[in-house]
């Protein structure tokens, strides 16, 4: 299934929990997921409009003061289908990194090249780092609900990923430095 159809059921998890307008998914997407998904607003809306012709989430008009505001609320069909989803076993997990893909290519620029890739990906890291270990700070209080024990396990996975990556980060400066001396 492509990626674009997963945004089906991004949306669809996002409505589960609440009804929210496509800003606030927008929003959701750019905070709490973005460490392991993503999406833009072309392809939230289109999306959502599809949802609605399937039946899977209705729209209600809540605008106030002059500001148009249209808010979705997923249904039981939707319900349905994002459990029927969750159910099934992922089709692909992936690593995309451009930095990586830059190193791979690395002879053309050296390891002054690669050093710089590194540095910069490090430090993202430990930016990304900071940002997980205060969501896991923060979802420690409320794990007596169900909901963000499974939002704590991905923020764990995260805190780890950036560990290990940070861990790499400092091999591969050792990794270069012995090489540049030989």
Not at 77 to 87: D, F, I, P, S, Y
Not at 150 to 173: D, P
Request: aromatic share 14%.
């Amino acid at each position: 299934m492509a990626n674009a159809k997963k945004m089906d059921y991004v949306l669809l998890g996002l409505l589960s929990h609440e009804p929210m307008t496509g800003y606030e998914m927008k929003k959701r997407l750019d905070t709490s997921l973005r460490f392991f998904w993503g999406g833009s607003y072309g392809s939230i809306y289109p999306t959502l409009n599809q949802l609605e012709k399937e039946g899977k989430v209705t729209k209600e008009d809540t605008s106030s003061n002059g500001r148009e505001k249209i808010s979705y609320s997923i249904t039981d069909t939707g319900k349905e289908a994002l459990k029927e989803w969750l159910r099934k076993p992922a089709e692909k997990d992936e690593l995309r990194y451009e930095t990586l893909l830059k190193l791979f290519f690395g002879n053309e620029t050296g390891f002054d090249g690669a050093k710089e890739h590194i540095e910069r990906f490090e430090e993202k890291c430990k930016g990304e780092l900071q940002i997980l270990n205060m969501f896991a700070e923060n979802l420690s209080h409320y794990l007596e609900e169900d909901t963000h024990k499974y939002y704590y396990l991905t923020v764990q996975f995260g805190i780890k990923t950036y560990e290990s990556y940070l861990e790499w980060c400092k091999e591969a400066r050792i990794l270069i430095k012995e090489w540049e001396k030989s």
